[in-house]
């Protein structure tokens, strides 16, 4: 996928997310409003990561900070507001803070934030959303929520799987890019290219999981 076409897939999610916002289900209202958030962020870094890219910028402080960082701290955020227990929200953001401090080590001793892709401030991040991302099936297997819900209709069981085989992507594929660093450049590109297939499909389902309500309650009715 070039990133022409991937800015276009966050872009119709985007757009197609607002869309469906003034429809939607109030009880999705607070999650659906800050993932459009994340799209429109996500949209302005990777325009601007491809504007500095054909200008030979060096933009790795940009994605250190506006993905490894910020991007993270939006989902710990969509975590928490799909967490009912208040204390292990509190305990997401706790964590999420340990990983921040990790990262400011990790930036002035280990991996310089403008030089480096910061690999080891992304693992913690990563392994922290994906833990998340577990507690949330857990949740939904236990019965803890949506019980009397068709589960193909809720948005967050497609947004949250898609979130999870990103992570595990992305995680498998940057730390075999810094542990194995001379590998073969063929099997690095084919694997980026897959990796931005699966980011885009998952920022997808970040704006139009939400329709998901009306294909699958129509078709039950």
């Known amino acids: 996928m070039s990133q022409i076409a991937y800015l276009g897939v966050i872009l119709c999610s985007l757009v197609g997310g607002v869309i469906c916002y003034f429809y939607n289900k109030p009880t999705y209202k607070s999650t659906h409003k800050l993932l459009l958030i994340t799209l429109l962020f996500v949209f302005l870094l990777e325009a601007v990561g491809e504007y500095t890219a054909s200008k030979q910028i060096n933009n790795l402080l940009l994605y250190n900070v506006c993905w490894i960082y910020i991007e993270s701290y939006l989902i710990v955020y969509y975590f928490s507001l799909l967490e009912h227990k208040k204390k292990l929200r509190r305990l997401y953001f706790v964590l999420f803070g340990v990983a921040m401090v990790w990262g400011l080590y990790n930036s002035l001793f280990i991996q310089p934030i403008q030089t480096h892709f910061q690999y080891y401030s992304l693992l913690p991040m990563g392994l922290l959303i994906l833990g998340l991302s577990v507690r949330f099936f857990y949740s939904v297997i236990r019965l803890e929520k949506y019980s009397q819900a068709d589960l193909l209709s809720i948005p967050h ?14 995680l498998t594929l940057f730390g075999f890019m ?9 099997i690095i590109i084919a694997w980026t290219k897959l990796n931005r297939i699966i980011a885009g499909v998952m920022y997808l389902s970040f ?8 294909i699958f309650e129509k078709k039950l009715a």
């Open 157 to 170: 069981l497609w947004i949250v799987a898609f979130i999870t085989f990103f992570y595990v992507e992305a």
């Open 178 to 186: 810094e542990f194995y660093a001379s590998a073969n450049l063929d």
């Open 207 to 214: 704006g139009l999981a939400f329709y998901t309500p009306n």
